[in-house]
């Protein structure tokens, strides 16, 4: 069974709307000019007139940065670092936006990725760039640094008075040319923000769980630097309203702590949540200035309670579960909860960009519009504790029309039972069925992410997807959660790790006399050293065997003395290099070769172009290269592919028509029993 979609490669950064910064950038100071985005005016399209309702639009100007201040003081991008502190939202209903980017001042790898390294002062020239995760790809957005004020009063994210930071005002205005305006910020869905600041996954954690549960869960996902966000449920009203208990509804907060603090009574389980609103907060149990904080006898009571204005405040974990809806957390690689635990485990990832429009269904009965020729498949190899599987897709927003906040597809996962496992073009109508369906698991789903996780047992499965009403470009990743590697030393899941890099084909001569016996050639049992010491790193565990040197030396042996002299030596170079790459970039991040993927390895090794494989061949190379999980080590990869092409030469050399072989028995057993 093949997949019938390419993988998705590595891509240098997309610039929007073609627009190239360090061209922009250069023009504007060999000018002496101040940079003004044409394709995202200073114009009201830009806003939205929505936004604008029962406003008197005399007073709407755009100022730069320098003119707001009026000289007063200057402006600055970032100040004594990025912080949460320096957000405070305008009228744009972009709380969702604002909480993600709360938590990711959290993290200073990633937002430094997407702030760039900019300033006020060093050849400003009135342009910035921001980069955004999109379908697999970042994306590098210009805005000029002309922002929306009415009657001198800021219209959106503004910086607080006493630090004049605008890298926040500056982001907002790039996301919203990213989204199309900034009425495009006004009501969306946290995971959403979550994936387009970082191009994580995004969990949805059970708030349910107990609050000593709760409290661990947050504590391990931001050791692990994840984002944290979570949502109020919609009120009577509809819209974004303050309580009586300070909280506000249908809104955004940043989750940014949690501690188990001892107060006056006993042992009291607390969340710290920050709000883009700025002052409005908690007014309940453990507020700012509550008599729990002022009787609390923990001594971290000076580190962890401040009171100020600032938006950020503690609250009980039961009220926290009683007033909020659900807590997001969006890390690089799906979040498993084990026994009401959390865990960031090994993950392989499984990377298609695709896109998809709306067709008949695969059978007789509904199973939602699918698709059978939108098939993708993959392969659990080993049952592991929580969810092991999840598949999650992200839809460019610029394709997708729907205004509703509905995703546009579906999809469901068939398990693959043994009767249909050759079928590797596609799998025909019959094979879908409402018993095969294994789509129990729980769903994260916003307008442009939707990400369920499955717990599966070992086993072949595909996934199928469909669209609604309309065609839709998607990145779709299915993510495998792989078992503990490190809990039997002695195990085959202990495996050496591949050096990231060989040596080029320039420095083969000096590692082939290092090994060679008197400077001329070498066998097996040095062989063997050679590939373990030069190509692996890391703890003993799957290294080259003496039978899989021996068995290279006798693929390579051109001169059939059993030893591999400086030529044949230079030959096998060449081809563990390609070996290597073709090993890397097939694993990916996850550090694991399934056995599903050696046709990708075929197709990617080019000293095997124009070499063909039956699927029933392939099955059997599954059969005798991997072991009983489904992993192939780099070792049995190396040894399957220089096989492969010795054998295919071997047959086209012996030959006469290219159909067939006629050997004598002494040829047919040189050939099997020493090759």
Partial sequence: MAHNQEPLSKTPIIQFNGQDFNYLWDRCLSRGLLFEDETFPAEISSIGLELLKGKDLSGLKWKRPKDLLMGKSEPHFILEGASRFDIEQGCAGDCWFLAALGSLTQNEKHLQKILRNQSFSHQYAGIFRFWFWQCGQWVEVVVDDRLPVLNNEYLFVHPRSNNQEFWPCLLEKAYAKFRGSYLHLHYGYLPDALVDLTGGVVTTMDLHSSPSDLVMMVKTAAKEESLMTCATPVGPTGMATSMENGLVSQHAYTVTGAETIQSRTGWEELIRLWNPWGGTEWRGRWRDGSPEWQEARDPRRSQLYKNKEDGEFWMPCRDFQENFSCLYVCSQSPVSLDHGGMTFGTWSEMTFKSRVIPGSTTDSYDIGGLQSDTQYIFSVPEITEGNNVAVSFNIIPQTSKANDGKFPLNFHVFKVDSQFQHFRERLPPT?????????????????????????????????????????AEFLLRIFLKMPNTNRNPGSNFNLKALKASLPENGSQQSIFYKYAQQGLNIDATRLQSLLNQELLQGLPGDTFSLDEARSIVALMDLKVNGQLDQEEFSRLWSRLLRCQRVYLNTQGNSGIFLSSDLWKAIRNTDFLAGISVSSELLDLMALRYSDSSGRVSFPSLVCFLIRLEAMAKAFQNLSKDGQGLYLTKTEWMNLVMYN
């Fill in 431 to 471: 094979f879908f069925s409402q018993f095969r369906k294994a789509d129990k698991g729980t769903v994260t789903r916003s307008k442009y992410n939707l990400t369920k996780c499955f717990t599966l047992s070992p086993g072949t499965y595909v996934v199928v997807v469909s669209a609604y009403k309309e065609a």
